[in-house]
């Protein structure tokens, strides 16, 4: 065993188990308390593995499911931004970057060059890998808000087109599922869930 390689990949090990402190404006399931980043990012990986049928095209899985995972450990430095928060939106791309450099920068350098190399493709949001990576980081809020009532979209005052801007994003990985959440959507907006401003 290479000893310091070996402490470089434990040093990042246990930084990403700070992940878990990183708490969502998300609901869990059933009016549950707010998740944290490295449960979301579990529950892409899982969906992301259940779900890889509905891709638009052939994905590696693993390569998604990596993706999937370390997607938010930027947020160990940067925080949140919530999907819907204009002003956390124009600064997060710089906090992310530097908070990329730092924590993949833990790694040896040939895990370091390989994690990063995964986060910019998913930034990226050009390969059939990534666009299914960010359907599923777009669906899993989705699925917990539908199984709360749309809780958090009236909690923070969200409506019908900041929703479909996003949703209709997860087309480029899959339109099968696209398809079912702007169905879902409609049932929200006819319950009073989310606010209509299409009019």
Not at 100 to 126: H, S, V
Not at 177 to 185: F, G, N, S
Request: glycine share 4%.
């Amino acid at each position: 065993m290479d000893r310091e390689r070996f402490a470089k990949q434990i040093s990042f090990i246990l930084e990403a188990d700070q992940e878990k402190n990183i708490m969502r404006q998300t609901h869990l399931s059933n009016h549950g308390r707010n998740e944290n980043d490295a449960e979301h990012a579990w529950h892409m990986a899982l969906m992301a593995y259940l779900l890889k049928e509905y891709a638009n095209e052939d994905i590696d899985i693993s390569k998604v499911m990596i993706m999937c995972l370390i997607h938010d450990i930027v947020e160990i430095d940067a925080g949140d931004t919530y999907a819907y928060d204009a002003e956390g939106l124009k600064t997060q791309k710089e906090r992310e970057e530097k908070a990329k450099e730092r924590i993949f920068g833990l790694l040896p350098d040939d895990q370091k060059e390989m994690m990063t190399a995964l986060f910019d493709e998913f930034e990226a949001f050009e390969t059939p890998e990534s666009c299914f990576a960010h359907a599923m980081d777009n669906f899993q809020p989705f699925l917990l808000n539908d199984s709360n009532e749309g809780g958090d979209w009236q909690e923070h005052g969200v409506s019908i087109s900041q929703v479909l801007r996003r949703q209709t994003q997860s087309a480029k990985g899959s339109k099968e599922i696209t398809d079912y959440v702007l169905e879902k959507l409609e049932e929200h907006v006819e319950k009073g869930h989310i606010k209509d401003d299409r009019k």
